[in-house]
């Protein structure tokens, strides 16, 4: 495993000011870019996420987010002509070496994606699954505790518990993502990756899930792209606008919204154009 | 000047006219391939069902000394000639495996000569005057009627025409498809599984795709030659055997099992495999955990459906020598043995009347058992049908 | 017999020993992981893995033992060879169980394997298509260096004869005799697909029209599958129908009009075999038909065209390239079909034009030089092989020629679905 000194001296200018300093770094990204093919997706990304935080990623359609977010737990590895330069490191670990087992990243690294989609097990199985397959548990009632603990870490264990030997894909559009949630936080990442996963939801629903995430910071670093910049206002503590590929500001969500260091930002913020 | 509605229409009728008959042409067109199926199908029936009855007579049996040399002299000599010959040669076995049955006599039901069996339901025969009275008399009697042929469903060819039946050729059916099966259905699916979910979009999958297209359009009695010169010819495999028959038509299978798996594994939306990925599965436990199990009920249809289609295929096995006298069963994999489709080819080639009887007698069977297997398919895939 | 006791004495070792792999390997990872060490694999994939390393290279030696009896004929005898695997089968057990180690990734070797397994797999289709063409072009190419293949392609005699007495040793007696001109079989072939075609495209075409343009949704949901039931029907009953049923009709119907007709002739075969391609040219044409962007149906309709019009000025000429591509594939099926001509066409190589004689065509002469008891290196034998590499040829352009077609069609009005 490459494992790079942390007292290296970072490349390029940080983006950073951060006030609240005794914050762990999670992950790290220095001179992150990206091209499908030949059209240059990401643009010299650098950005440090801290741990136990929300970190919203917010910016116009287009602006390269997802692809962001996706490069965290190398998604993007599944879409054929991919190339990527930069480095992206976590735990002092780069993400994109040789060695690096991607499965492996993923299992430490969740993700949550923006329409539920729930396998097409029963519930208990959605959420039992992937424990079950990376050997986290081994008899039948350390599988019944996890279950129930991730149902009830996502708030659903109330409403499923009667019936938790139905079909996932039963449940209402609100529950399945909460079912999501519960099968990424079964494997008990560190991060959590959302990628707008309240857009195919009724307001009451994302409510729920907005409760969710400001619980769930306390034990996951989690990282959400939404198109919703109240959202991004309510739950995030820090929030970085892309543009065309390039972050054009990162700050702790508060500064952001209230004084916007760019020209691009507040106008994104004011709704002068999204 | 702008015309009228009026006038515009009285132009217009011999236009419509012209449409309407076009509607009427096609729909003649249509109506005519179905009336070529539903003819196709009557004439079958119309020949065949009278295979499935066999006219029987009821006999008295004298286990003499005679009989044990020419089973004729255990008969009345009026009956002896309406008497099926196989049955006869029976007499003389059956007195040597059991002589406790010599200078007892028997009354039984035995299988009548296929002549009496054609004058009985009105076709050509070659019974004489005398012989026709006889069995008039005979039938007035109640000592010889058509009763239902358990014969054509439990013995294997026969030169006589009442003896023969499809087992041998059901059972041949039936090893065949095995062999076919146990080396189609893998490389079928393993193939798709690597073409739609690992395979990068280089020169080589290129290649293996047009390769399959290619595959299944060939004709049929290419694969035939393919199984004479490498399968006989070089890897030594017996002919007119169970093996060689399935492994030839394996070949032909494979592409329509590999496209069939492609689009059940195509069916299956991304979100699931993202869905998979994400909770940190490999590429292989996203296929085997989640992909092919969704995909599976397709992939057994499109199997169902190949498999129905090697059932029907006569001209490979022609040619790797299939087509054989078998009047028993194969008792393995690797001695001679005959299918249904061969079975109906050699008693189509017989001269006797009797046998056209036979073959569409066959030919009901297959199509049966072809209709039971696509209905079968159609089932499975309006069962588990799944909306995304 | 033996060699089978062999084989399943060498099959029962062999389980028994990836049942030890599997134990062995998945009690060690157990204990390494019992004892604290975080490992990169789990249990059970070592236990597979191990299970790979035995029984992988010792079927892989069986394998090619096998291979290199058949191919050099070099004699290993059958219990060597299989004791040899056994040995191997030990070794890779041992090595498989001293593999599990924490640093050692066991799944991804796993997964390499499969991989390896999948491709070979894929390839299976290649070794097929490349042996139909070595297996044909190599008799062929033998065939070629008996007979010219100038007089081949030419000759307007076919009598394969007496060729067999060449093979036995006797050419002086008949080899003169024998004569391999392909062209009757060609002229009996494309007659008989002719008539098929005569049958198939207009009726297919106008059914499709039918269920495509016309017909009420329910009659199309039912109408099509009915269709595709003819194309299921096994081509040897389509034969027996065709020499049954439909040429004493063609024979009776030609007496009435004062014509002399054989009972083999080629009117009932081809007629038959029209039947049996109907679905191929309706199904396809019928989605070709569908596939018509509807927007240019309703500016024909808003110019005043009446909806006959619009389907023969507009839609048909639109669907054009799909319908002569599914018209190829039919020819292309038509050419390469064997059972109806075998039990309905004659075997008589006939030059004539008049289909009411009997004439025989390419299938049914590879079908009658490869059955009965012929010496395979005989002339006629090898000339089966001949035809086939015609039939080969012809069948596979007019396939690759269809394919662009379709390619065209969805590429001009972006249709996926075929």
Redesign the interface.
């Known amino acids: 495993m490459s494992r790079h000194e942390s007292s290296r001296p970072e490349p390029g200018q940080p983006v950073t000011r951060n006030a609240d300093a005794h914050h762990e770094l999670s992950i790290r990204v220095r001179d992150l870019s990206l091209w499908y093919g030949d059209s240059q997706a990401l643009k010299n990304i650098n950005i440090d996420i801290y741990q136990k935080n929300i970190t919203a990623l917010i910016g116009p359609s287009g602006c390269g987010k997802s692809t962001f977010l996706r490069c965290l737990?190398r998604?993007n590895d599944?879409i054929?002509n991919v190339h990527l330069e930069g480095l992206v490191e976590m735990d002092g670990f780069d993400v994109n070496a040789v060695k690096m087992?991607e499965?492996?990243l993923?299992?430490r690294v969740?993700?949550?994606?923006q329409?539920p989609?729930?396998?097409?097990k029963s519930i208990y199985d959605n959420v039992a699954?992937?424990p079950r397959?990376?050997?986290l548990v081994s008899r039948k009632a350390d599988q019944d505790e996890l279950v129930e603990k991730a149902l009830r870490d996502a708030g659903l264990w109330e409403e499923v518990k009667d019936k938790l030997h139905q079909p996932g894909t039963s449940l209402s559009g609100g529950q399945q993502q909460r079912l999501?949630i519960a099968?990424?936080i079964a494997?008990q990442p560190d991060v959590i990756l959302m990628d707008e996963p309240t857009s195919a939801l009724d307001p009451i629903s994302t409510a729920t899930i907005e409760d969710l995430m400001d619980k769930l910071k306390r034990q996951f670093t989690i990282i959400t792209v939404t198109h919703n910049m109240q959202q991004a206002a309510r739950v995030a503590d820090y929030t970085a606008f892309f543009h065309l590929g390039e972050i054009i500001e990162y700050n702790n969500t508060k500064t952001m919204f209230a004084n916007p260091a760019t020209k691009k930002a507040e106008d994104y913020i004011t709704g002068r154009y999204g | 000047m702008s015309q009228s509605f009026d006038d515009i229409s009285a132009q217009l009728k011999r236009r419509h006219r012209k449409s309407a008959r076009l509607k009427w042409i096609s729909m003649g067109a249509l109506g005519l391939a179905g009336l070529f199926l539903v003819l196709f199908f009557a004439d079958m029936l119309v020949k065949g069902l009278p295979a499935f009855q066999q006219a029987q007579i009821q006999v008295e049996i004298d286990y003499n000394e005679d009989a044990s040399r020419m089973g004729r002299a255990a008969l009345d000599p009026e009956v002896s000639r309406l008497v099926s010959r196989t049955f006869e040669r029976m007499i003389p076995v059956q007195l040597r495996n059991n002589p406790d049955l010599l200078g007892t006599t028997e009354t039984r039901w035995v299988l009548a000569d296929s002549e009496v069996d054609q004058y009985l339901k009105g076709n050509r025969h070659k019974l004489s005057e005398s012989q026709q009275a006889t069995v008039d008399r005979l039938v007035a009697q109640g000592d010889l009627a058509l009763k239902f042929n358990t014969t054509f469903f439990t013995s294997g060819d026969s030169k006589m025409p009442e003896a023969s039946g499809i087992l041998a050729a059901a059972v041949g059916t039936v090893m065949t498809l095995l062999v076919t099966l146990a080396i189609a259905f893998p490389i079928g699916v393993m193939t798709a599984v690597y073409l739609e979910e690992f395979a990068p979009d280089n020169r080589l999958t290129q290649i293996i795709e047009i390769n399959i297209n290619n595959l299944a359009a060939i004709p049929s009695i290419l694969f035939g030659l393919l199984g004479l010169a490498i399968f006989i010819n070089f890897f030594g495999v017996p002919r007119s055997t169970p093996l060689i028959g399935g492994m030839t038509l394996a070949l032909m299978t494979l592409p329509v099992i590999i496209i069939a798996t492609r689009t059940a594994l195509r069916s299956v939306p991304d979100s699931i495999r993202h869905a998979a990925f994400g909770v940190g599965c490999s590429r292989w436990q996203v296929v085997r955990d989640h992909v092919l199990p969704l995909a599976m009920p397709g992939i057994m249809t499109g199997s169902i459906i190949g498999l129905a289609q090697a059932m029907g295929e006569t001209a490979p096995l022609i040619i790797v020598g299939m087509v054989a006298f078998i009047p028993d069963v194969s008792p393995s994999f690797t001695e001679a043995a005959t299918v249904l489709p061969a079975q109906i080819f050699t008693w189509a080639g017989e001269p006797e009347k009797a046998f056209v009887e036979k073959t569409a007698g066959g030919i009901l069977v297959l199509l049966a058992i072809l209709i039971f297997l696509n209905a079968t398919a159609v089932m499975l895939r309006k069962k588990f049908e799944r909306r995304w | 017999m033996q060699t089978d006791q062999l084989l399943a004495l060498f099959c029962g070792t062999l389980l028994v020993l990836g049942l030890i792999a599997f134990f062995l390997g998945r009690a060690k990872a157990m204990k390494v992981r019992n004892s604290g060490t975080p490992m990169t694999a789990q249990p059970d994939q070592y236990a597979w893995f191990s299970v790979l390393s035995t029984a992988g290279p010792a079927i892989l030696v069986g394998a090619v033992g096998g291979f290199v009896m058949l191919l050099l004929g070099a004699e290993i005898p059958t219990f060597y060879l299989l004791a040899g695997s056994l040995v191997v089968a030990a070794v890779g057990l041992m090595i498989g169980i001293a593999q599990v180690r924490p640093d050692f990734h066991a799944r991804k070797a796993i997964e390499r394997v499969i991989r390896w397994i999948l491709v070979t797999a894929a390839l299976i289709s290649i070794f097929t298509t490349f042996g139909i063409l070595f297996s044909i072009v190599f008799e062929a190419l033998r065939f070629f260096q008996m007979h010219s293949f100038w007089e081949f392609i030419t000759g307007t005699v076919w009598n394969p004869g007496a060729s067999f007495l060449a093979a036995a040793g006797r050419a002086e007696e008949g080899a003169s005799a024998a004569q391999f001109g392909s062209v009757p079989l060609f002229a009996g072939t494309f007659m008989i697909t002719a008539i098929a075609m005569l049958v198939a495209i207009p009726v297919g075409l106008l059914s499709a029209i039918y269920m495509a343009e016309f017909a009420p949704k329910r009659v199309r949901t039912l109408a099509k599958p009915t269709l595709e039931v003819l194309a299921g029907i096994p081509t040897v009953v389509y034969g027996f129908f065709a020499a049954i049923t439909v040429a004493p009709i063609i024979v009776d119907v030609a007496g009435f009009f004062g014509l002399d007709a054989s009972f083999n002739n080629a009117v009932a075969p081809g007629i038959v075999m029209g039947i049996m391609i109907i679905p191929f040219i309706s199904s396809l044409s019928d989605d070709v038909i569908n596939s018509v962007p509807d927007s240019m149906r309703q500016g024909s309709l808003a110019l005043g065209m009446t909806q006959g019009e619009t389907i023969r000025d507009v839609v048909i000429p639109a669907a054009l390239p799909g319908i002569i591509s599914a018209s190829l594939l039919a020819v292309s099926r038509a050419l390469g079909e064997t059972m109806i001509v075998v039990m309905a066409a004659g075997m008589r190589p006939n030059l004539t034009a008049n289909p009411l004689e009997d004439m025989t065509t390419v299938t049914v002469r590879i079908v009658a030089a490869l059955t009965g008891d012929l010496e395979f290196e005989s002339a006629e034998t090898l000339s089966a092989f001949a035809l086939g590499l015609v039939l080969f040829a012809v069948t596979l352009s007019l396939n690759l020629v269809s394919v662009l077609m379709i390619r065209r069609f969805r590429e001009k009005y972006r249709v996926t679905n075929l």
Not at chain 1, 117 to 120: E, L, S
């Open positions: 737990n998604m599944l054929p087992d499965v492996a993923r299992r969740g993700m949550v994606f329409k989609n729930p396998f097409p699954y992937a397959m990376h050997d999501c099968r990424a494997v």
